[in-house]
């Protein structure tokens, strides 16, 4: 069973950096696809990033393109989001999430097999 376990986040000026990790506590992740999304009270859930089982495959929203940097590390079974230039907009709810398919389409359009529970991102401007 996978658990994934999200940290990193915290309250932040604009303009400055954060590395959320995403670690999956029950086994090994590698042939998962990876994503992140992020949600803010009253609004839908949205998608910021995924990264293919392989990490061939990397897409990002274009809210965060050139400011946001996806990666894994199968060998720690994490997966990392690297967020620069930080802005007041980015401030949300993250949530890691898993999912089987061969693809990365399901995961883009929402749907993952494992969430976690989140991390609160604050940027103050």
């Known amino acids: 069973q996978v658990q994934l376990v999200e940290s990193g986040g915290g309250l932040v000026q604009a303009g400055d950096s954060l590395r959320l990790s995403c670690a999956n506590a029950?086994?090994?992740?590698?042939?998962?696809?990876m994503g992140w999304f992020r949600q803010t009270p009253g609004k839908e859930r949205e998608f910021v990033s995924a990264?293919?089982?392989?990490?061939?495959?990397?897409y990002y929203s274009d809210s965060v393109k050139g400011r946001f940097t996806i990666s894994r590390d199968s060998a720690k079974a994490t997966v990392y989001l690297q967020m620069n230039s930080l802005q007041p907009e980015d401030t949300a709810v993250y949530y890691c999430?898993?999912?089987?398919?061969?693809?990365?389409?399901?995961?883009?359009?929402?749907?993952?097999?494992?969430w976690g529970q989140g991390t609160q991102v604050t940027v103050s401007s």
């Open positions: 990264i293919s089982w392989r990490g061939d495959y990397i």
């Open positions: 029950r086994r090994p992740f590698s042939n998962l696809n």
């Open positions: 999430a898993a999912d089987s398919l061969a693809t990365t389409q399901r995961l883009r359009a929402g749907h993952a097999d494992y």
